[in-house]
C-alpha cells in the first residue's frame, strides 16, 4: 500500500481547481475565470486498490490585499507542509514580463527538499512547437524533478502527470475510505456551486467581493432538499447588480446552481436566495471565520 499529500500550487486561474477535479474524476472545487477562484485548501482523493493520492487544492498565490487574503495565503502554507511531492501549475500562456513573479512565487512556497513537479497546463491553447521555447524558459526557473505539459481541461497527459506524483508516495496507510473523494462537508460544497454561478454570471468587481452562507439545509421525507442560502456583497451598489433587472441575474445563478446541486446531492432541490450586504467583510476577522473560513 502506498499513499501520500501531494499539494497543488501556483499563480491565479492557471487551473488548478481544473486538475484537482480531473485527477480525482468529479468535481470537487469550483472552477471560473476569475482569478482567486479557490479560496481556502481543498482535498480531493484519488484511491486504487494498493494506492491513494490525497490531493491539496490551494488559492492562487498572490499578494494578499485584505484579511481574507493573507487567510488564503495560510492556506496555502498550510497545504504545504508534511508534503510528500508539489505539483506546481502554470498557464503555458504566461508572458516573459510574467516569469519573475512567477519565480518569486515559488521561492515563497519554500518546498526545499520537496519534489516540485511543473505541470504546464492550457496546452490544447497552442501550437506543439510553440511550447518549446515556454518550456525552455520555465525549466530555468526552478529545480523542477519533472516538467509535464497538460490540458487539465481536457485530459491530455494528465495520467503521464500521475504517473509521475505515484513515484512520490510513500509505504502507508490509507487516509481516508475508498468511498470518500474530499473533505468538505455537503454544505460547503453547496455554498461553493452557488458561489461558482455568481463567479461565472458577474462581471468586474463584484465577483471578488462575494461570500455565500448556507442558512438552512433540510431534507425532507420525500426526498427533497430544501436549502436558504445568502449571497453577501460589500455594497448596495453591488446589491442590485446582483439580482438583476426584474431579479433575473438573481434567478439565473440559482437555476444553474440548482442543477448543480441536484446532480451532487442525488435528489430533488429547492433553492432560495439571498442578496446582503455586509460591508468590507473581507477584512472583518469574525465574519470570515463564521462563513466558514477556519
Ligand atoms: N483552455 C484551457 N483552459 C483551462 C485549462 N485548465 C483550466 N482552464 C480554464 O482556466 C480558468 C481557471 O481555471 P481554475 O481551475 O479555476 O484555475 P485555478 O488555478 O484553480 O484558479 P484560482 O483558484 O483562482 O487560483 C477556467 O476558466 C478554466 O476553465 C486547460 O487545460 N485548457
Ligand atoms: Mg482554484
Known amino acids: 500500500m502506498k499513499s501520500g499529500f501531494i499539494a497543488i500550487c501556483g499563480r ?4 488548478k481547481s481544473t486538475l484537482l477535479n480531473r485527477i480525482v474524476g468529479e468535481k470537487v472545487a469550483i472552477v471560473s475565470n476569475k482569478p482567486q477562484t479557490t ?3 481543498i482535498l480531493g482523493v484519488y484511491t ?9 487544492d490551494t488559492p492562487g498565490i ?3 490585499h485584505n484579511k481574507l487574503g493573507e487567510r488564503m495565503e495560510k492556506y496555502i502554507y ?6 510528500d511531492a508539489l505539483i506546481y501549475v502554470v498557464d503555458c500562456n504566461i508572458k516573459d514580463s510574467e516569469l519573475q513573479a512567477e519565480k518569486e512565487s515559488l521561492s515563497g512556497l519554500q518546498t526545499a527538499g520537496i519534489p516540485v513537479i511543473l505541470a504546464v497546463n492550457k496546452i490544447d491553447t497552442k501550437e506543439r512547437l510553440e511550447l518549446l521555447p515556454i518550456l525552455d524558459k520555465l525549466q530555468n526557473l526552478y529545480d523542477f524533478s519533472a516538467i509535464v505539459p497538460i490540458s487539465a481541461q481536457r485530459g491530455n497527459n494528465v495520467p503521464e502527470l500521475f504517473q509521475n506524483i505515484k513515484g512520490f508516495l510513500k509505504e502507508g496507510p490509507k487516509f481516508f475510505p475508498d468511498d470518500v473523494i474530499t473533505d468538505q462537508p455537503e454544505r460547503q460544497i453547496v455554498a461553493e456551486f452557488i458561489r461558482e454561478k455568481s463567479l461565472r454570471l458577474l462581471n468586474k468587481e463584484i465577483p471578488h467581493g462575494i461570500a455565500v452562507e448556507i442558512e438552512r439545509m433540510k431534507q425532507k421525507d420525500n426526498g427533497t432538499y430544501e436549502i436558504l442560502a445568502a449571497i453577501y456583497c460589500e455594497k448596495q451598489s453591488h446589491k442590485g447588480i446582483i439580482i438583476g433587472k426584474g431579479g433575473e441575474k438573481l434567478k439565473q445563478i440559482g437555476r444553474q ?7 451532487f446531492l442525488d435528489a430533488k432541490v429547492y433553492l432560495e436566495l439571498w442578496v446582503r450586504v455586509k460591508e468590507d467583510w473581507r477584512n472583518k476577522e469574525n465574519f470570515i471565520t463564521d462563513i466558514g473560513f477556519e
Do not use: M, S
Open 12 to 15: 491565479p486561474n492557471a487551473g
Open 39 to 41: 479560496r481556502t485548501k
Open 48 to 56: 486504487e486498490p494498493d494506492l491513494q493520492a490525497v490531493l491539496i
Open 62 to 64: 498572490h499578494k494578499p
Open 78 to 83: 498550510t497545504a504545504t507542509q508534511d508534503i
Open 257 to 263: 446552481a440548482r442543477e448543480d446541486i441536484e446532480k
